[in-house]
């Protein structure tokens, strides 16, 4: 057989494969690509950027949980000014990478610049707002928990730029679909799912909590099967594409995501037990197509199949 | 630096709190630093999911192997003291800038407290082939706590061991000990690991004592242990005098006292 078709035109980005690096856990590419070369993935997709540069909350920062992990970074980057200025020339240099930049603010006014600044710069492939973080006190997941909210952000985002705009979006909520709905509404170009759950954790012998954060975004193989339920979910109901990750560390995992309707995937916190997760999961995918048989990555995308039962 | 699988050849309880393995890993044994670290997972589980960092306490490039010792505190650390010859460890490293050596001529002084004497043997041992005389001071709660006794007191250097209840060596701190020697020689370079008290108060006696060059390596909860993340940071006084973050893994873990901000 021939090797399979591994690319996907991910809301009108040209993708060489579906397998992209989830935002915050793969900083501006540069500390990865010391152990392997970059152009494997299918797309990079850079921590958040803000308008002014974010200090970030005290540590202790991180917490390990059961197949997981609890982070309250807070946003902590260098400003959408820097950015351009002194990290995104290195990404440049990769020819086949589309960066996707995710971006994030306190006011629906903080968006709407750090867009424009963007849009102006060069070698950007799209923006992903980050309507969804958990750890920061103002913006964040105030704006990804309310339909309407998240709706007034994406618009001024699209108002400010001709790249395409993804929204991504927060599992705090009760029904996920609402967000969605109101996000495609507002003229996204597609939609990530999940950013981490909220949780918590607790040293016993000091009584305090571990995060000085106190509360955190939990992540990692955890938060896998709620994850893959919420993609379904939306896919059921948007018509515009499904970026899918939450606890993607294997190449079945990201298939699982596919099949559940994502027509890319991206790897968050498996960067960070196992630095070659992303392109063995490139190759991962490839194998598991010509096992199958299967010609075209986009095959997988949303064909879960069901029994009389379900 | 690259991720290997490293071939345990010896794992040996040391006592009840403390464990040494060494490993196979010609590459790191070769490149990495006083100072140093690595960070390491033992098998492909889900829980615990992160790999540990484990500084280098000793390494032998002829053979091709590095020593680690370690305290065994939670599922990591008890994890890999139950790992048995021959057992395969999956290594990230090596880490981190790693403690600058001092220039000709200057006095050492090297200071551990618990565990953090573990990549102290590595640095001595590098200080003393280059013709340097550190002293050492080594402080522990009591002394069932003691650990790698044998390793410094072998080195022929000048050796102190301080308890905080006397059970071994002199009773009291090491900084207590530190003070006593600045204030009788002048001493160029002060190297601490430790807990964060002793890290404090060696801070403390550097600021009073004015000694420029004083290296402390940071302890922090790691994500990536590349840089990537944001998850390890410690307090820094920046060069312009702001307040900001910077990360132990990739920054540090060895930052002079001076620009240290600890409880920010
Ligand atoms: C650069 C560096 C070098 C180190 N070198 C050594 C060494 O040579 N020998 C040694 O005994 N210890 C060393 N430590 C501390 C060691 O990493 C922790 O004791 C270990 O991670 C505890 O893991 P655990 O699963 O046994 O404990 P748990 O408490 O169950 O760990 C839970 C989580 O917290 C993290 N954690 C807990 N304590 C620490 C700590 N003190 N520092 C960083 N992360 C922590 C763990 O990595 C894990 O993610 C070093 C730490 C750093 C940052
Ligand atoms: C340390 C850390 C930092 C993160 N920072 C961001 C961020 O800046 N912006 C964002 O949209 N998501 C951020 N995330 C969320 C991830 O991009 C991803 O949505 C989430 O972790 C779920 O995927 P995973 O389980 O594969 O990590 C961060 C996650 C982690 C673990
Ligand atoms: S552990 Fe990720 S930046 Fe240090």
């Given amino acids: 057989m021939n090797e399979p078709n591994l690319a996907v035109d991910f809301a009108g980005i040209k993708l060489k494969n579906p397998v992209l690096t989830a935002s915050g856990t793969f900083g501006f590419g540069r500390e990865y690509s010391r152990l392997w070369d970059l152009n494997l993935l299918g797309g990079i997709i850079v921590k958040a950027v ?77 923006l992903e707002v980050n309507i969804s973080c958990p750890n920061v006190k ?24 001709d790249l395409p705009v993804i929204a991504k979006l927060s599992p705090n909520v009760t029904d996920i679909t609402e967000i969605a709905l109101s996000v495609e509404e507002a003229g996204a170009d597609g939609i990530s799912l999940i950013n981490t759950l909220l949780g918590m954790a607790i040293d016993i012998n ?105 | 630096m690259n991720v290997y699988q490293a071939e345990i050849l010896t794992s040996e309880k040391l006592g009840q709190l403390y464990h040494l393995l060494i490993i196979k890993q010609p590459d790191i044994a070769l490149t990495a630093k006083p100072g140093q670290f690595v960070y390491l997972k033992g098998g492909k589980g889900l829980d615990p ?30 994890g890999f003291s139950k790992m048995k010859t021959g ?31 573990a990549p102290l043997l590595y640095l001595a041992e590098k200080l003393q082939e280059r013709h340097f005389k550190p002293i050492i001071i080594l402080g522990f709660r009591d002394k069932e706590n003691i650990v790698a006794y044998e390793s410094f007191s072998q080195l022929g250097c000048q050796l102190i061991v301080a308890t905080e209840d006397g059970s071994f060596g002199r009773r009291g701190r090491v900084t207590g000990v530190l003070e006593e020697i600045i204030s009788s020689e002048k001493i160029d370079v002060i190297y601490a690991c430790g807990p964060q008290p002793m890290l404090k108060a060696v801070q403390k006696v550097a600021e009073k004592w004015e000694v420029e060059n004083c290296q402390l390596s940071l302890e922090a909860r790691m994500g990536c242990g590349l840089g990537a993340c944001m998850a390890c ?23 002079n006292s001076r620009e240290v901000l600890f409880d920010e």
């Avoid at chain 1, 200090?55 to 351009?84: C, D, H, K, W």
């Avoid at chain 1, 996707?100 to 950007?124: F, M």
Wanted: aromatic share 6%; proline share 7%; with cysteine.
């Fill in chain 1, 50 to 126: 803000t308008l002014e540069p974010r200090l970030g909350n005290p540590p202790p920062r991180i917490a390990e949980t059961p197949a997981g992990i609890l982070n309250s970074i807070g946003l902590q980057n260098p400003g959408v000014v820097s950015f351009i200025r002194d990290y995104l020339p290195f990404l440049r240099q990769y020819e086949d990478l589309p960066v996707i930049v995710n971006i994030a603010g306190n006011t629906i006014e903080d968006y709407a610049r750090v867009a424009e600044k963007l849009s102006n710069a060069e070698g950007i492939s799209a």
């Fill in chain 1, 138 to 161: 103002q913006g964040g997941l105030a704006f990804g928990t309310d339909p309407e909210s998240a709706y007034q952000v994406i618009e001024a985002v699209k108002a400010n730029t």
């Fill in chain 1, 206 to 310: 000091s009584w305090q909590p571990i995060l000085s954060n106190v509360v955190g975004g939990l992540s990692g193989p955890a938060v896998k099967p709620i994850a893959v339920r919420m993609v379904w979910q939306t896919a059921q109901k948007v018509s515009i594409p499904i970026l899918g990750m939450g606890g993607i560390a294997t190449a079945e995992d990201g298939i699982e995501f596919m099949l559940a309707g994502a027509k890319a995937i991206a790897v968050g916190t498996a960067n960070f037990f196992n630095p070659y997760a992303a392109p063995e999961i490139v190759a991962g995918l490839k194998r598991y197509l010509k096992e199958k048989n299967i010609e075209d990555v986009n095959q997988l995308c949303g064909a879960l199949r069901f029994t009389k039962n379900n």
């Fill in chain 2, 49 to 78: 999911l992160l790999p540990r960092p484990l500084s280098i306490h000793q390494l032998n490039q002829k053979e091709g192997t590095i020593q680690l010792l370690f305290q065994l505190k939670g599922k990591g650390t008890i």
């Fill in chain 2, 87 to 117: 057992d395969l460890l999956t290594v990230l490293g090596p880490l981190g800038n790693g403690f600058s050596l001092a220039d000709e001529g200057q006095n050492i002084v090297i200071i551990g407290g618990g565990i953090g004497v």
């Fill in chain 2, 233 to 255: 940071v410690c307090g820094v006084r920046l060069e312009d005098g702001q307040f900001g973050y910077r990360r132990v893994c990739s920054e540090g873990p060895v930052f």
